[in-house]
């Protein structure tokens, strides 16, 4: 299964709870949050990625599904 | 089982960091008999306590340990639970994040100049919390909220007295005054739903937003707004005045600072946070069984987090009962002045600015600043807030005549 994981940086605040729930998909710099280049995408990877879009305080982060991207192109 | 020491209710310390870190390393988890409550001290519990927000509930209020929930239309951000709670909170998060607020800087340096310039031209005293720290935080909210020019000081007169009214004393003016309060914000929240969506103002926004075909009710956003303007004036003024306390019971530490503002204005706001925030603590109940660092909390379980204590653990921070304008906070764990979790405090981002520009301001601008000799400070009373009441400064006015006033 594989998804795009994107932070809005509008609304994306700093606060790090992303790279706490899920540092193998989060880093942080210049006081915001960036998904990690991921190459293979594991069923774990996507539950973590909807936690961490669930625990943002700032609902900065979406998950989709990269086949939704695919049919759009 | 040994029992918490802290009791703010009877014996509020101003410097309770020996009584804290007594309770943290004895008893980090454990029943209070002077808060009726299990009191939560250790960084690792209230963080990992606060994480689980399906097991607890808000809605009894954080700011007063009710016994009966508050009525529906009172539940506001953290004494809202999920869903109703991330329906608020996402009608807030773009006026309030990090980008939105950068915006507002230009406000903000323009609002804080014009105070300093007025303390200035009123002698060489000054009120830290009603001439300068109250109206920095009033006048951000009441540009937020497009609150007219006229009504702003009466609002954030009524916006300070939940701070009193935390300390559980029952006072029937403070109560009138309070209702008071809630019937005037509900008049205006009634007067711009009725102007239609004309404004881009926050409370018009909020009048207008749907929600499945839903907007909220008046008493709703009312209780928003209130719960906003409360937090906001309240808690950043209280970081600031606090700040300005601490570094002026630190003579080296505010040395340091000085030389060099430009460098260290970020790192001292966050040490002011984590060393003396403006949050002592905050009231929360268990809705199903749960536990905290292996202690277990029954359902229906009274829980207070002290996060003045968390702030405080060595176990995190290396000298942390000492106060370090210095520290490297990109590299270090976040104070928890903020809260944790879903539900962070929403101002923060402006709770930074304000602070930023407030404090780099004023230790910029007026040369030997200092505690007014006069001034003996006391604590705000009650277990919620931290905050220093009656700090007066004081500044070489003369030095200025040669006019370094601001653009």
Redesign the interface.
């Given at each position: 299964m594989a998804n795009v994981v994107k932070v809005d940086h509008d609304l994306c605040s700093g606060t790090g709870h992303c790279a706490e729930i899920a540092p193998k998909l989060f880093s942080m710099s210049d006081r915001r949050a960036w998904p990690e280049e991921r190459t293979t995408e594991q069923a774990e990877d996507t539950e973590l990625a909807h936690r961490a879009a669930d625990g943002c305080p700032w609902f900065a982060i979406s998950v989709s599904d990269s086949t939704d991207n695919e049919e759009n192109q | 089982m040994t029992t918490p020491l802290f009791d703010p209710y009877n014996a509020k310390l101003d410097e309770p960091w020996e009584q804290l870190a007594a309770d943290r390393q004895g008893c980090p988890v454990a029943y209070s008999p002077h808060l009726d409550a299990v009191q939560i001290s250790s960084y690792q519990g209230v963080k990992e306590f606060l994480a689980q927000h399906q097991d607890y509930t808000g809605t009894y209020s954080t700011l007063w340990p009710r016994t009966e929930p508050l009525p529906v239309d009172e539940q506001v951000f953290s004494s809202a639970d999920q869903p109703r709670h991330?329906r608020q909170?996402?009608l807030f998060?773009?006026a309030l994040?990090?980008?939105?607020i950068a915006t507002m800087r230009p406000f903000s340096e323009k609002l804080v100049n014009q105070l300093v310039d007025d303390i200035i031209e009123a002698g060489d005293t000054f009120a830290l919390g009603p001439d300068f720290a109250m109206k920095v935080t009033a006048g951000h909210v009441a540009e937020l909220l497009d609150i007219p020019e006229a009504d702003r000081e009466r609002f954030a007169y009524l916006s300070g007295l939940f701070e009193r009214s935390t300390a559980g004393t029952g006072d029937d003016e403070l109560i009138a005054q309070m209702d008071e309060w809630h019937r005037q914000l509900a008049d205006v929240v009634a007067e711009r739903r009725a102007a239609g969506e004309v404004d881009d103002d926050l409370i018009t926004k909020l009048c207008f937003a749907e929600e499945d075909g839903d907007r909220l009710t008046e008493l709703e956003v009312a209780a928003l707004i209130r719960a906003m303007i409360r937090a906001g004036n309240t808690t950043t003024a209280a970081t600031i005045i606090n700040t300005v306390h601490a570094l002026e019971s630190h003579p080296e530490q505010k040395a340091r600072y000085i030389g060099d503002i430009d460098g260290l204005t970020t790192s001292l706001v966050q040490e002011g946070l984590r060393y003396d925030g403006p949050v002592l603590g905050l009231w929360r109940r268990c809705s199903r069984d749960t536990s905290v660092a292996g202690h277990p909390l029954p359902a229906g379980q009274r829980v207070f987090t002290v996060t003045a204590a968390a702030n405080h653990d060595p176990a995190v921070y290396d000298r942390a009962d000492e106060f370090v304008v210095d520290r490297d906070w990109r590299n270090l764990p976040?104070h928890l002045s903020?809260g944790?979790?879903?539900?962070?405090c929403?101002g923060?981002?402006l709770a930074f600015l304000e602070c930023e520009v407030a404090l780099s301001t004023l230790y910029r601008r007026l040369p030997g600043l200092r505690l007014d000799e006069e001034s003996t400070p006391v604590q705000a009373p009650g277990p919620v807030v931290r905050g220093w009441i009656g700090v007066r400064m004081r500044y070489d006015r003369d030095v200025l005549a040669t006019g370094t006033k601001g653009d």
């Open positions: - | 991330t909170r996402k998060v773009r994040s990090a980008s939105r976040g903020f944790h979790g879903i539900h962070h929403i923060m981002n």
